[in-house]
């Protein structure tokens, strides 16, 4: 059974306070229920109840203008009626007038101020029309006329220019191909702007729309054909060219990568040849030094060397070590440099551990330094040499009858 909060909802009223209090029971709050009607504002008959919850909110807010307002200006409009002025209106009237744009002089009518009367359409002057040169006979003969566009072609160019406003698409569809030749829109325009010039050099100055500007417009039909034809091709490509143009494109990429590869091994190689040459003549002065010292009762001491095919630690820790800690092979040294260096002083006759004296020591760990600059410009070597005979081949399918003529090695 439905009890009063339910109807009270399904009514829209607002739900009554039920709760027992002290002052319900003491009948102390019978002053504080008086509400105040004067700024209520009743529901107009005929709107349902669903649209006029949409337009009064519950806060008590001012009800939407839609609603009939009262006067006041707590619950309506603040200015019922428009502030008009004082001052005389101005009269307006019915007449006609003519549009400077048109050509058959048709005669309409709209209403206007009386002050206007006589006065241009004020529109007219949004008609922006192209002047096209004219010429006369004389002019045609002399300068204007060409081997294949006859007199009675060039006015019936001219006349379309008039008519369209230079707009050479529409000319070209309107281009009266029956009677005579059939032209391209480029046709149009290299003939309609050669025109053009010669006039400005006959009449010393720009003619028609350029008199503004005072530039010459210079109309390059030729070019203007090859860049509509590059444009055709490209749009009427077939898919099969567009896999081709992407895997050249792939391709492109790839010998750019392996460009800068082999640029980057070059300057490498570059490098370590630079490194063995700065070798080289540290120790002619080492040793041109120990021929200076032989006399001195001191043993010379070893001087250090720019190490440049390994980095060896400089064996400064704290605390007691060995001596043949440092010639150990550091981490960075690979297997493969292991292997070569130990081919290498398998072929020399060279032990792995020979005695660490202070001097064996340094003179070893520097052959091996040398024996890794050694290994790794063979390894250059031998990639130059691959990349020259690939080169040679790929150069002998590309132009056939002709070998890539390669330097003595």
């Not at 105040?36 to 919850?53: A, K």
Request: charged share 30%; with cysteine; net charge positive.
């Amino acid at each position: 059974m439905a009890s009063s909060a339910d109807v009270r909802d399904i009514m829209g009223m607002a739900p009554q306070d039920t709760a027992i209090t002290k002052d319900l029971i003491l009948g102390t709050d019978k002053k504080k229920s008086k509400k105040s009607v004067g700024n209520t504002f009743q529901r107009p008959e005929g709107m349902h109840r669903e649209l006029y919850n949409l337009l009064y909110s519950e806060n008590k807010e001012l009800p939407c203008p839609l609603i009939q307002t009262d006067t006041s200006k707590d619950l309506g409009y603040k200015q019922m009626r428009a502030k008009l002025g004082m001052r005389r209106v101005r009269p307006w009237k019915w007449m006609p007038f003519t549009n400077p744009a048109r050509k058959d002089g048709l005669v309409l009518n709209h209403w206007r101020r009386t002050q206007e009367e006589g006065k241009d359409y004020p529109f007219a002057r949004f008609n922006k029309v192209c002047e096209v040169p004219t010429y006369t006979e004389l002019e045609f003969g002399h300068h204007l006329a060409t081997p294949g566009w006859t007199r009675q072609e060039t006015d019936h160019l001219m006349d379309l220019a008039s008519r369209f406003d230079l707009r050479f698409i529409v000319m070209a569809d309107r281009w009266d191909s029956n009677t005579y030749t059939q032209r391209s829109v480029e046709d149009l325009k290299e003939r309609y702007y050669s025109i053009v010039e010669k006039l400005e050099r006959v009449h010393g100055g720009a003619t028609g729309a350029q008199e503004q500007n005072k530039k010459t417009f210079v109309y390059d039909a030729e070019h203007e054909r090859r860049r509509k034809e590059q444009l055709r091709r490209l749009y009427n490509r077939t898919q099969d060219q567009l896999d081709e143009e992407d895997m050249l494109k792939a391709e492109l990429r790839k010998i750019e990568a392996r460009k800068k590869e082999r640029e980057k091994k070059t300057a490498d190689l570059q490098k370590m040849i630079a490194q063995a040459d700065a070798s080289t003549n540290e120790m002619k002065k080492i040793g041109k030094k120990q021929k200076m010292v032989v006399g001195r009762l001191n043993r010379p001491e070893p001087v250090q060397v720019e190490q440049t095919g390994i980095k060896w630690p400089d064996g400064k820790s704290s605390g007691v070590s060995l001596r043949s800690t440092r010639m150990k092979l550091p981490t960075s040294v690979g297997l493969k440099k292991t292997k070569a260096i130990e081919t290498m002083c398998t072929e020399l006759g060279l032990e792995m551990q020979p005695s660490c004296t202070e001097e064996i020591c340094s003179e070893f760990n520097e052959l091996r330094s040398e024996m890794v600059l050694l290994y790794e410009l063979k390894n250059a070597l031998t990639n130059s040499e691959f990349e020259l005979t690939s080169l040679s081949h790929q150069y002998e399918a590309l132009v056939p009858g002709k070998s890539l003529s390669l330097p003595p090695q």
